[in-house]
């Protein structure tokens, strides 16, 4: 049985008293309801520097056993920041750091139509930046002692309509990558075409959640959830498999593939043309 909310409450609770901890939000598929038995507990340790890594280690082993460990920040990578995989009570709880200041930052870029994809392993697509704004508005926060998440989160739960249309202008690339994969067609370089494809879905389900007003801050499920957006193109997910499914060693089924992620990008250009009138 998963954690109750009311024992989520209190492990935030200690976790906000170690000193660095400004505050604890709960993320994924549990603070969007959609969680099964199976599922992760995300836990967002939003922290200002310096972050007490010790203290949080003495709490871990405390609430997860003695093989439980937390990394310095950074130890992650780049983007995912650090934290520590646990098991408490039995299930597994994952403790994520989040630079409360980088998180503010990000805001400021998004509120201006700045962003861009940052180099992360685990994420293909890259981290897109306006990811850390969009966690904070999709998740649930359960301690903040001193109110500055419940602040900011009511500020970021609106998305920004100059990151709405620079994700739509940004289908450019989507477009570039079309051509750039029909000169290795006659190479029958698949894996090329199949790396074009992968980004040039990523970046269109990125401009119809944006033309949308909503956050997508992860490519696990992309496809799906821009398909199931109000004004998407018409059988969207499909179509993109469809491409997958033709990418072989055999041109012309690269070449099929191809035309249909180019249907794909001019639909997705007019769909988010539509979305934002």
Known sequence: MALTDAALIGLADRLAAVPGVVGVVLGGSR??????????????????????????????VAVGGTGAKVTVPGDWGPWVDGGGWLRVDGDPVDWIYRDLDRVHRCWADAEKGRYAFHTQAGHPLGVPDFAYPGELALGRILSDP??????????????????????????????????????????????????????????????????????????????????????????????????????????????LAIDIAADLVLETSDACAMMLR
Not at 46 to 54: E, N, Q, S
Not at 179 to 204: E, M, N, P, T
Not at 216 to 225: C, S
């Open 31 to 60: 603070a969007r309801r959609t969680h099964t038995p199976e599922s992760d507990t995300d836990l967002g340790l939003y922290y200002r520097h310096p972050l007490d890594t010790g203290r949080l280690g003495e709490l871990a």
């Open 146 to 255: 001193t109110g500055e998440l419940t602040t900011l989160q009511r500020r970021v739960r609106t998305f920004p309509r100059p990151l709405a249309d620079a994700l739509v202008g940004g289908l450019w690339e989507a477009d570039f990558l079309v051509g750039i994969a029909r000169k290795a067609v006659s190479r029958g370089d698949s894996a090329y075409i199949a790396g074009c494809l992968f980004r040039l879905a990523g970046v269109c389900a990125h401009a119809l959640h944006g033309a949308a007003g909503q956050w997508l801050i992860n490519e696990k499920g992309a496809v799906a959830a821009a398909g199931a957006l109000p004004g998407a193109p018409d059988r969207f997910q499909a179509r993109v498999d469809a491409a997958f499914a033709a990418v072989t060693n055999d041109p012309m089924h690269l070449a």
